[in-house]
Protein backbone atom coordinates (compact mmCIF):
# COMPACT_ATOMS: atom_id res chain seq x y z
CA UNK A 1 0.00 0.00 0.00
CA UNK A 2 1.32 3.31 -1.07
CA UNK A 3 1.92 5.71 1.94
CA UNK A 4 0.61 9.27 2.13
CA UNK A 5 3.56 11.82 1.84
CA UNK A 6 4.22 13.46 4.66
CA UNK A 7 5.27 16.92 5.33
CA UNK A 8 8.83 17.87 3.85
CA UNK A 9 8.93 14.46 1.34
CA UNK A 10 10.34 15.10 -1.69
CA UNK A 11 9.41 14.92 -5.24
CA UNK A 12 11.08 11.12 -5.79
CA UNK A 13 9.49 9.91 -8.89
CA UNK A 14 12.88 9.43 -11.17
CA UNK A 15 11.17 9.31 -14.79
CA UNK A 16 11.62 13.33 -15.34
CA UNK A 17 12.62 16.09 -13.75
CA UNK A 18 9.33 17.76 -12.37
CA UNK A 19 7.95 21.13 -14.15
CA UNK A 20 6.36 24.40 -12.28
CA UNK A 21 2.61 22.32 -12.26
CA UNK A 22 4.35 19.01 -10.21
CA UNK A 23 6.18 21.32 -7.89
CA UNK A 24 2.85 23.83 -7.07
CA UNK A 25 1.04 20.57 -6.48
CA UNK A 26 4.05 19.17 -4.36
CA UNK A 27 5.00 22.18 -1.81
CA UNK A 28 1.43 23.85 -2.72
CA UNK A 29 0.24 27.43 -3.50
CA UNK A 30 1.68 29.47 -0.61
CA UNK A 31 4.96 27.65 -0.64
CA UNK A 32 5.24 28.04 -4.62
CA UNK A 33 4.62 31.27 -4.26
CA UNK A 34 7.93 31.62 -2.24
CA UNK A 35 9.41 29.37 -5.36
CA UNK A 36 8.51 31.50 -7.95
CA UNK A 37 9.71 34.77 -6.41
CA UNK A 38 13.31 33.50 -5.08
CA UNK A 39 13.58 32.18 -9.01
CA UNK A 40 12.73 35.55 -10.04
CA UNK A 41 15.29 37.33 -7.95
CA UNK A 42 18.14 35.29 -8.85
CA UNK A 43 17.22 35.86 -12.76
CA UNK A 44 16.53 39.81 -11.55
CA UNK A 45 19.96 39.88 -9.86
CA UNK A 46 22.00 37.38 -11.43
CA UNK A 47 20.64 37.83 -15.07
CA UNK A 48 22.47 35.23 -17.31
CA UNK A 49 24.69 33.93 -14.47
CA UNK A 50 23.32 30.47 -13.75
CA UNK A 51 21.29 27.95 -15.86
CA UNK A 52 19.26 26.27 -13.03
CA UNK A 53 19.97 22.82 -12.95
CA UNK A 54 17.89 19.96 -11.90
CA UNK A 55 19.42 17.16 -9.55
CA UNK A 56 18.07 13.75 -8.75
CA UNK A 57 19.14 12.67 -5.61
CA UNK A 58 17.69 9.21 -4.95
CA UNK A 59 14.11 7.68 -3.55
CA UNK A 60 14.92 9.77 -0.09
CA UNK A 61 16.13 12.88 -0.99
CA UNK A 62 13.87 13.30 -4.53
CA UNK A 63 14.42 16.06 -6.99
CA UNK A 64 16.09 19.75 -6.15
CA UNK A 65 16.59 22.37 -8.62
CA UNK A 66 20.82 23.57 -8.09
CA UNK A 67 21.58 26.98 -9.23
CA UNK A 68 25.70 26.86 -9.91
CA UNK A 69 28.52 29.04 -11.98
CA UNK A 70 31.67 27.39 -10.65
CA UNK A 71 30.96 26.86 -7.21
CA UNK A 72 27.38 26.10 -5.75
CA UNK A 73 25.19 29.11 -5.43
CA UNK A 74 21.84 27.28 -3.28
CA UNK A 75 19.84 24.70 -4.22
CA UNK A 76 15.66 24.46 -4.46
CA UNK A 77 14.38 22.01 -2.29
CA UNK A 78 10.65 21.08 -3.75
CA UNK A 79 9.42 19.42 -0.30
CA UNK A 80 5.79 18.12 0.46
CA UNK A 81 3.62 20.96 1.32
CA UNK A 82 6.58 23.91 2.12
CA UNK A 83 9.75 24.89 0.06
CA UNK A 84 13.45 24.73 1.62
CA UNK A 85 16.71 26.43 0.26
CA UNK A 86 20.28 25.06 0.89
CA UNK A 87 23.08 27.36 1.56
CA UNK A 88 25.92 26.58 1.43
CA UNK A 89 28.72 29.03 3.12
CA UNK A 90 32.38 28.59 2.73
CA UNK A 91 35.04 30.01 5.10
CA UNK A 92 34.95 33.53 3.63
CA UNK A 93 31.19 33.50 3.64
CA UNK A 94 31.12 32.36 7.03
CA UNK A 95 33.95 34.91 8.21
CA UNK A 96 31.19 37.59 6.62
CA UNK A 97 28.13 35.82 8.06
CA UNK A 98 30.30 36.29 12.01
CA UNK A 99 31.02 39.79 11.49
CA UNK A 100 27.14 40.36 10.61
CA UNK A 101 25.79 38.19 13.45
CA UNK A 102 24.03 40.59 15.23
CA UNK A 103 21.98 42.21 12.22
CA UNK A 104 20.32 38.73 11.23
CA UNK A 105 17.22 37.38 12.78
CA UNK A 106 17.80 34.86 15.35
CA UNK A 107 15.80 32.05 13.77
CA UNK A 108 18.35 32.14 10.89
CA UNK A 109 21.20 32.52 13.66
CA UNK A 110 20.43 29.99 15.55
CA UNK A 111 19.80 27.88 12.17
CA UNK A 112 23.65 28.91 11.78
CA UNK A 113 25.10 28.11 15.20
CA UNK A 114 23.00 24.33 14.85
CA UNK A 115 24.63 23.79 11.42
CA UNK A 116 27.51 21.03 11.41
CA UNK A 117 30.60 22.56 9.83
CA UNK A 118 31.69 20.02 6.81
CA UNK A 119 35.07 20.51 4.95
CA UNK A 120 33.47 22.31 2.31
CA UNK A 121 31.42 24.67 5.07
CA UNK A 122 28.29 24.80 6.73
CA UNK A 123 25.77 23.41 5.00
CA UNK A 124 22.12 25.83 6.30
CA UNK A 125 18.56 24.18 4.70
CA UNK A 126 16.30 27.47 5.69
CA UNK A 127 12.56 26.21 5.28
CA UNK A 128 10.46 29.32 3.50
CA UNK A 129 7.64 29.95 5.01
CA UNK A 130 7.43 33.44 4.87
CA UNK A 131 9.19 37.07 3.18
CA UNK A 132 11.31 37.54 5.84
CA UNK A 133 12.30 33.69 5.61
CA UNK A 134 13.26 34.75 1.89
CA UNK A 135 14.61 37.67 2.75
CA UNK A 136 16.99 36.13 4.37
CA UNK A 137 17.92 33.61 1.96
CA UNK A 138 18.27 36.79 -0.45
CA UNK A 139 20.43 38.33 1.76
CA UNK A 140 22.85 35.20 2.52
CA UNK A 141 22.86 35.08 -1.18
CA UNK A 142 23.96 38.60 -1.44
CA UNK A 143 26.58 37.91 0.93
CA UNK A 144 27.86 34.65 -1.31
CA UNK A 145 27.91 36.61 -4.51
CA UNK A 146 27.40 40.20 -4.82
CA UNK A 147 24.95 40.99 -7.06
CA UNK A 148 25.37 42.21 -11.14
CA UNK A 149 25.64 46.16 -11.61
CA UNK A 150 22.07 47.41 -12.10
CA UNK A 151 20.68 43.98 -10.47
Same mark, same amino acid.
Given at each position: ????????????????????????????????? #??????????? %? %????????????????????????????????????????????????????????????????????????????????????????? #?????????????????
Amino acid at each position: MEQSPQIGDRIADKSAPPNDSAVRDWIGPKAFK #HWTDLRNWIEA %Y %YPGVFAPDWLYGGKKRGWSLRYKKTKAFCTLLPEYGRLSVLVVLGRAEREKFEERRYAWRSPLVKLYDDAKTYPDGKWLTVEISSADDR #HDVTELLTMKRPPRQGG
